[in-house]
DNA sequence: CTGTATCCACTGCGATACTG
DNA sequence: CAGTATCGCAGTGGATACAG
């Protein structure tokens, strides 16, 4: 319907936000500097992700122009994935939700703990 | 595993965020300001909700300290429903989510356009 | 290395019916 | 009015095997 849920559709993807995670950087020394990695870079990155599932949401990712795809054609083929700057404006929105996590998820953790006591 | 995949998946639910625009005053004249509804209410403005997902969604809510749950022992008995500060803080925070949607998200239209057509 | 294709188990949700 | 309980289907994702 509205612009937003698409999005909401879009972010609430698992693989989705840990994906622009990788490709933003996050976890490297400078967050916010893309970091272009390769399929099995991602792949390994993100452990736990099956290939169909990383496949899937990388296409996906490159439909709604927000990673670029390119492809080398060395032997064996080279794929490297990059953030857009679409891409990037999205992952740094992503990132005021992180930091709202950071600083409120331990209250609502402790409500949680709370109710179920009670429960 | 992280706080932030935790709050993704809180997000990534459909309902949620409906609610939380629901009680922000979102569609009202003051966005911002805490709306408190009944569960009737709620139901009539989130059309197409189930009343298993409504109850279901506004229970976990208030089990993150997200949304209280006031009783009033009317005939028949009146439920309210509405944000705590917390509950406000995070709904602020969907609403970045909701700016940058606005913005982008028919670039991201476009993207999918394009990208349709060449496939 | 970077995928694609198929099968299948699981769960999430809607619909429906019932209760204090 | 504000829920709870139960059933059944459909979509989602994991595992596996195969391919350019």
Redesign the pocket.
């Known amino acids: 319907m509205c612009p937003s849920r698409q999005l909401l559709d879009r972010i609430s ?2 693989w989705v936000v840990l994906i622009l995670c990788g490709l933003g950087g996050e976890g490297a020394e400078d967050p916010g500097t893309p970091a272009p990695m ?4 991602l ?1 390994r990155l993100l452990a ?6 990383l ?2 949401t ?2 996906s990712l490159e439909r709604d122009g927000l990673v670029t ?1 390119t492809v080398t054609p060395t032997v ?5 994935y990059e953030l857009t700057d679409l891409g990037l404006s999205l992952y740094r929105t992503t990132r005021q939700i992180r930091t709202w996590a950071q600083d409120h998820m331990d209250d609502v953790q402790a409500h949680r703990d709370i109710y179920d006591a009670g429960a």
């Not at 064996?76 to 490297?80: A, E, F, L, S």
């Open positions: 993807d698992k390769r399929y099995s870079e792949s736990g992700v099956s290939q169909k599932m496949t899937q990388l296409r795809r064996p083929v080279t794929v490297t």
